[in-house]
């Protein structure tokens, strides 16, 4: 997801976008323990985008502070 997608998301789409990666990154977790996780490098691309998604929830979050 590209960062400027995650910035038009509202508030309640972003932690709904935020607890499905956590969802998927367990899943990774699990399937990279029993050493059936093909694909290694979306486990650093799903962490990724979660540092991401939970960035833009802080900076709107300050926005709304100084607003009011």
Known sequence: MKLSQIRDLTPD???DELIKL???QFNLRFQKATGQLANTSRVR???RTIAKIKTIERE???VAQTVT
Do not use: C, I, Y
């Open 45 to 47: 691309d799903v962490r």
């Open 22 to 24: 956590k969802r998927e």
């Open 60 to 62: 709107k979050q300050r």
């Open 13 to 15: 789409q972003l932690r």
